[in-house]
């Protein structure tokens, strides 16, 4: 069965890095794109970033361009998402999840259950 | 960027009601909108993708429409686990906003 298990999450100075990792098993990984959804507690989930799934097409969303960096190990079967320049407003329980269908541009069927990141003083 | 609208923000209704939620893209989006469901402290499922697929295992009595800038989410007739807040997704290029979201709970 599909498993996606994030880590690395916790709490952080702003300014600071943290980087997440989302461990993937139960289909080939390879083959699917993946992307960090976020969700601030009570609120909405906000999409942060996509990868094809062979690591060579990216995109993120305004809030986090420049400062976030998603990137994909397939031989380690591991999605990555390096945060940089922290602020507060970036506290959020943050998943990974799986496209759902080959070839991009898809919704997504299958997600973790989530690390939270607090950016705190 | 295209902004993603949902209506109502929430609903009360009773159990057996059938129950709509609106979505709209501020831009034509064809079919490549998505349906998720979020319980209470549990993690988002998908529940219609391609505006009007219905994801394997998800009950008949969810369904999507619409196509372009107006989509719709219906559930034929509500039951008690059914409470949740429901969000659409525009897939059709990045960024892959989330609608706003709707909560629906039992009158």
């Known amino acids: 069965q599909v498993q996606l298990v994030e880590s690395g999450g916790g709490v952080v100075q702003p300014g600071r890095s943290l980087r997440l990792s989302c461990a993937a098993s139960g289909f080939t990984f390879s083959s699917y794109g993946m992307h960090w959804v976020r969700q601030a507690p009570g609120k909405g989930l906000e999409w942060v970033a996509v990868i094809s799934y062979d690591g060579s097409n990216k995109n993120y969303a305004d809030s986090v361009k420049g400062r976030f960096t998603i990137s994909r190990d397939n031989s380690k079967n591991t999605l990555y998402l390096e945060m940089n320049s922290l602020r507060a407003e970036d506290t959020a329980v943050y998943y990974c999840?799986?496209?759902?269908?080959?070839?991009?541009?898809?919704?997504?069927?299958?997600w973790g259950q989530g690390t939270l990141v607090t950016v705190s003083s | 960027d295209i902004q993603m609208t949902q209506s109502p923000s929430s609903l009360s209704a009773s159990v057996g009601d059938r129950v709509t939620i609106t979505c709209r893209a501020s831009?034509?989006?064809?079919?490549?909108l998505a349906w998720y469901q979020q319980k209470p402290g549990k993690v988002p499922k998908l529940l219609i993708y391609?505006?009007?697929t219905l994801q394997s295992g998800v009950p008949s009595r969810f369904s999507g429409s619409g196509s372009g800038t107006d989509f719709t989410l219906t559930i034929s007739s509500l039951q008690p686990e059914d409470v949740a807040t429901y969000y659409c997704q525009k897939y059709n290029s990045a960024p892959f906003t989330f609608g706003p979201g709707t909560k629906v709970d039992i009158k």
């Open positions: 999840a799986k496209d759902a269908h080959y070839g991009g541009n898809s919704a997504t069927d299958f």
């Open positions: 391609a505006a009007s």
């Open positions: 831009q034509g989006i064809s079919n490549y």
